[in-house]
């Protein structure tokens, strides 16, 4: 009997030893397992820490990047400005410059005009009152502020092409004028600017400018024949073909000195 107390007693014993022992394998796997587990947030942590780290890198590369594509561009936009402002201070020095030509131009501008004038009302009287409205107009043209000195000048060029070509061309054209106390139609003839003629519409009153008299010199229907085939080559009826004509010489060296001078 004391023996089988003593097995039970030695069996109590190892199942409480078994049980303990379990208890401490199990409480060594909780914390093997916990601490497992402490470390993988750890290493989560740590990649997440290492990613951000990453980003924030990259951000910074991409920032510095940045500022210098900035940094470049702000020092080419100086240059421009700087550029800009060189040529706006050309700009003005040479508006500054305009004006004080201009100053001597538009009165240069005046007497080429006076002079031409000058030159119509002394020239052969074709077509006088045209050319005098023309010349009329360059005054107005010259005292506005719109048009540019270029343009002006232009203007008052091509006046002087215009007087000039008429030296070189000739022309017919209807009108009007007083002979023997009537007005009568006629048709006018100029021969550049030596031959100025007209002719009643039947041919039978003729006449010719006299540069010299300044005055018309009526020859009752002399030289119609001739006169009528000149106003047929310049309506450009009939071929270029030599005509007889009365022509005087007309010597244009002061009128011209007047132009010049």
Known sequence: MK?????????VISISLDIYAQEIVDETIDTQ??????????????????????ELYYEYKDTVAEYKSLKIYDDQLQEIINAQNDEIESILNQIDSLDSTNKDILPFLKRMIDALREFVLLDVPFLK??????INEL????????????????????????????????ETYSGTMEIDDDQMAVRFFRLGRIGYYYASL???KTGYWDDFSKEWVHSRGKFSNELEAAIDIANRQAPPNFINLPIKPIDRTELWLKIIY
Request: charged share 25%; hydrophobic share 35%.
């Open 3 to 11: 023996y089988i107390s003593n097995t039970l007693a030695a069996l």
């Open 33 to 54: 397992v916990s601490a497992s587990s402490i470390s993988q947030n750890a290493q989560i942590k740590i990649d997440g820490l290492d990613e951000q780290s990453k």
């Open 129 to 134: 009152e045209q050319r005098l409205n023309k």
């Open 139 to 170: 005054d107005s043209i010259l005292l506005k502020a719109n048009v540019t000195t270029a343009e002006k000048f232009r203007k008052v060029f091509e006046a002087y092409q215009s007087e000039y070509n008429f030296g070189n061309t000739i």
């Open 202 to 204: 039947d041919y039978k």
